[in-house]
């Protein structure tokens, strides 16, 4: 029997000749991710559990992103414990204000294709995108890797998802993946594997499958992959081995779902509130009218992001009385946006660009909202209380579609 991309890289990296679904192995860790949120819990529980060296500091990255910069006084608290711990124990790789975790892990080539990744929020899931095995673990679990190298994990079942032919305009990735959670519920893929494969997929950038693979978390899944190709070993600057190259489903794996996609099918959809498998196609929706706009987190942060809203923002003006707030998801792509152009658009446009961070999405560094009030979102959640009181309604949608939303003043399709 073949063997799914999941099941293969778990071989791998266990040295068994075959792993099934259900089967538990210890996996040795290539890389961690510590956000700043969770590193005084995880010191308490790397103590507690007497651990008296890292097992190597070089593997681990330390990103200070959601609480950038300090709203409340107790942040300040998460900074000392991070910097404390990287100082103590010899960590190389330390982000202060960089970018958001999930953008930095790639972007920076701390994760390559067939690797074994865990990080201490759940779109961690987002560096499947490049055909790695990665997902989210409390701090717990992390203490436990930073101490041994290694973690127990239960093989995940696979659900393949097949998209072919091609997107039509102003149709992007974020409106396939709200699709697909919509088709397959918000706990329709737990503890699962989500393949990604197609002619549709195969078109697709880095960056449009990262934005798939980050919100794989919102259907339960354990972890979401794509096949590494050409586009992923330029993005990773690596050139594609044997075995990364084979990182794709076998004719004759086992699969417990399969879902078959056309690419021409898919419209702009949004989540609706409160739920993100609530979605209905924005045509259905147009007319109800917003109070702000939000481009950017981990999911749509992205140089192409920016670019898709400027281009329906270009020589226009946010409507009155809505707020329109961009952040991109790392330097390197503020730095980019403003080369060539896209800063100043949206500038132009009427918007606010805030530095790289996790601030808005998580509710924690502005753009607040209160009750009644309504937000366009690009962000993967739109539950209760997320961006404000649990009054204010948020509505999950692709770069296009929030940009021509801002400029309405009200929902309406990027057309």
């Given amino acids: 029997m073949g063997q799914t991309i999941v099941e293969k890289i778990i071989s791998r990296n266990t040295g068994k000749p075959f792993v099934r679904p259900g089967d538990i192995v210890a996996v040795t860790v290539d890389r961690v991710m510590l956000d700043d949120i969770m590193m005084p819990f995880i010191v308490d529980k790397f103590r507690e559990m007497g651990f008296e060296k890292v097992w190597d500091p070089d593997r681990a990255v330390l990103i200070y992103d959601h609480l950038v910069p300090s709203s409340q006084l107790d942040d300040v608290r998460h900074y000392r414990a991070g910097d404390e711990f990287a100082e103590k124990y010899g960590l190389t790789h330390v982000h202060r204000s960089d970018g958001i975790c999930h953008q930095l892990m790639t972007e920076a080539g701390y994760v390559k294709p067939g690797d074994v990744v865990f990080g201490t929020d759940s779109h961690t899931t987002t560096y499947g995108c490049v055909g790695a095995f990665s997902t989210g673990i409390g701090y717990t679990e992390m203490a436990a890797i930073l101490g041994t190298g290694s973690l127990w994990v ?66 339960g899944a354990k972890c979401a992959v794509f096949t590494p190709d050409e586009k992923t070993a330029e993005y990773c600057g690596v050139t594609l081995n044997d075995f990364q190259r084979n990182l794709k489903g076998d004719e004759d794996a086992c699969y417990c779902r399969t879902l078959s996609y056309r690419g021409e099918d898919f419209v702009p959809v949004m989540a609706c509130p409160s739920q993100v498998d609530k979605i209905r196609n924005v045509s259905d929706l147009e007319g109800i009218a917003i109070d702000q706009v939000f481009i950017g987190s981990c999911t749509n942060g992205r140089l192409e992001d920016l670019a898709a809203a400027a281009a329906v923002l270009r020589g226009k003006s946010a409507a009155p009385f809505v707020r329109l707030i961009v952040t991109p998801a790392s330097r390197k792509v503020y730095e980019e946006a403003a080369a060539c152009g896209i800063i100043r658009t949206l500038v132009e446009a009427g918007a606010i660009v805030t530095h790289p961070g996790c601030g808005l999405c998580c509710g924690r560094t502005g753009g607040i909202l209160c009750d009644g009030q309504r937000v366009v979102a690009t962000n993967n959640r739109n539950f209760l209380g997320r961006m404000g009181t649990s009054k204010v309604e948020i509505y999950l949608a692709s770069p296009a579609v929030a940009a021509a939303c801002a400029v309405a003043g009200k929902i309406v399709s990027p057309e």
């Fill in 154 to 219: 239960k093989v995940p079942e696979t659900i393949k998802i097949v998209i072919d032919g091609r997107l039509l305009d102003r149709v992007m990735s974020k409106d396939v993946i709200l699709r697909i959670i919509g088709d397959l519920g918000a706990d329709g893929a737990t503890y699962r594997a989500l393949e990604f494969t197609g002619s549709c997929v195969d078109a697709m950038s880095v960056s449009s499958r990262m934005t798939m693979a980050n919100m794989a978390i919102e259907a």
